[in-house]
């Protein structure tokens, strides 16, 4: 094994190989046949980087499109109180993400001074109409900017959504002030967003061609929403560099994204264990599970050849959790349930200052035992009791330890799964690029609603037996 590294993000794997975890991988066959096929993965993802399939490993270093969010973050973005970016899956996931670890979750409750000024920050993805609809009763439509982010420019839950706030603007402020509330990210060249964004002179930044939706939060689709809200997106892609550079090495046990892939791809494909749960130990994270949930499901879910004309379906099934929280809900599952887990732990190392546990109750023993102890301290005894309850029960498991949570360790914690997501399509003999399995669902909507080119379908009519 390499040392680990001095400062950034640490990867512990101990408790997924043998003598840590009983029936754990024998780490010898990391330097043999898993090295092997980590160097297969690892050249299908360079030779796809270098035909330049792969643009979310160039993001870091673009500096111009960073600069040019910057400029309008700074300037356009603060003319307004309210920001609410529109945007779904890829398109949504990762601004959450984003602004839920470095604004904190308490962001929009904090008064204009608590938040040096910077507007509060709305995104909504799913299109329930209570949602939208409670939102906008809140807002005042003079002091919001609409960031409405798609890359195809046509998801019918994006678009709905923003023909809605258009309409809600123009009704409040008339038809020509409108178009100075929206903000388009979209394709640089293609769909109907980057169309309307031309014939309207609405701004809009761009979404290279070769970064797709859940590849893009490093992109303007997640900085965008961060750098207009003050967080320091120059770190956070220097971040996102640092561990770029880290998982270019070519010796498995030295590359962080190439563990990750290898060995999450032997417990599922060799193991029998293909559930595999990312577990925060920090409420700023808890978005990043789910940002890393569509990351791997969407990208490694898919239908392969089988042989012999046949295909087959492979592909891990990723579990955002929280930790504490899930130690009281999912955990018992994890440890005496099916073993077809491994889990990953996220912790934090440095979790800023923080007041300690008072002796309210000196004479009363199961209370007076956290007297002196932080809430910090608490989460990362949990977490560390939990590793290791897991492990005594030969359940596989990893830890990832964020030196603190800042814009530089969230550009590397990002990085690192992107890179580990592309590898591990390698390793599945799949596109982790690509998502044809979602395509009949939206056909089979535009059909149910009327959108020109799509014939009505006729859906399966049930069986009222079978209505209970
Ligand atoms: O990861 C993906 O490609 C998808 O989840 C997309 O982000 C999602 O479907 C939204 O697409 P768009 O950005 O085109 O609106």
Same mark, same amino acid.
């Given at each position: ?182 903000? %388009? ?5 293609? /769909?109907? =967003?980057?169309?309307?964004?031309? #014939?309207? +002179? &609405?701004? !809009? $930044? ?8 859940? %590849? ?5 689709? /997640?900085? =965008?929403?961060?750098?207009?809200? #003050?967080? +320091? &997106?120059? !770190? $956070? ?232």
């Amino acid at each position: 094994m390499a040392d680990p590294p001095e400062t950034g993000l640490r990867l512990d794997v101990a408790n997924l190989l043998r003598p840590h975890l009983e029936g754990g991988l024998d780490p010898e066959r990391l330097d043999s046949e898993l090295q092997d096929r980590f160097t297969s993965a690892l050249e299908i993802t360079i030779r796809r980087r270098e035909a330049g399939e792969m643009g979310f490993f160039d993001l870091p270093y673009a500096r111009d499109t960073a600069g040019r969010v910057q400029e309008l973050a700074d300037g356009f973005g603060q003319w307004f109180e309210d920001v609410v970016v529109l945007g779904i899956g890829g398109s949504g996931l990762g601004a959450i993400a984003l602004a839920h670890a470095l604004l904190g979750p308490g962001w929009n409750a904090r008064d204009d001074e608590a938040r040096d000024h910077y507007p509060r920050l709305h995104v909504v993805d799913n299109p329930d109409p209570a949602t939208l609809h409670d939102l906008l009763g809140r807002l005042d439509p003079a002091r919001v900017l609409f960031n409405v982010v798609s890359k195809s420019g046509s998801t019918a839950e994006t678009m709905a959504q923003y023909l809605l706030a258009r309409r809600w603007v123009e009704d409040g402020l008339g038809e020509d002030q409108a178009r100075g509330h929206f903000l %388009f990210t979209t394709d640089p060249a293609r /769909g109907a =967003l980057r169309r309307l964004a031309e #014939g309207e +002179d &609405i701004p !809009a $930044l761009p979404v290279p061609e070769n970064v797709g939706g859940r %590849f893009s939060v490093l992109s303007p689709v /997640g900085l =965008l929403p961060a750098a207009v809200c #003050g967080v +320091d &997106i120059a !770190a $956070l892609l220097e971040g996102a560099a640092r561990m770029e550079e880290r998982c270019r090495v070519e010796d498995l046990t030295a590359n962080p994204a190439g563990m990750l892939a290898v060995l999450l791809h032997e417990a599922d494909t060799g193991q029998g264990r293909p559930i595999h749960v990312l577990m925060p130990y920090a409420d700023r994270l808890r978005s990043v599970a789910l940002w890393f949930q569509q990351l791997w499901a969407e990208s490694l879910g898919k239908r392969r050849d089988g042989g012999g004309g046949t295909t087959v379906g492979v592909g891990p099934t990723p579990l955002a959790s929280s930790g504490a929280v899930d130690q009281h809900s999912l955990m018992q599952l994890f440890m005496e349930g099916p073993a077809d887990k491994v889990v990953l732990f996220v912790g934090v190392e440095d979790r800023g200052e923080e007041p300690l546990i008072p002796d309210c109750h000196p004479g009363v023993p199961s209370l007076s035992y956290l007297a002196g102890h932080t809430l910090g301290a608490l989460l990362d005894a949990e977490l560390r009791a939990s590793a290791e309850a897991l492990r005594r029960r030969g359940r596989p498991n990893a830890t990832l330890t964020l030196p603190r949570i800042d814009a530089g360790s969230l550009g590397e914690l990002l990085m690192l799964f992107q890179v580990a997501t592309v590898l591990a399509g390698a390793l599945y003999g799949v596109d982790p690029l690509d998502q044809p399995g979602v395509e009949l669902g939206k056909e089979l909507t535009y059909g149910l609603l009327g959108r020109e080119g799509f014939d009505a379908p006729s859906l399966d009519p049930g069986d009222p037996r079978w209505v209970l």
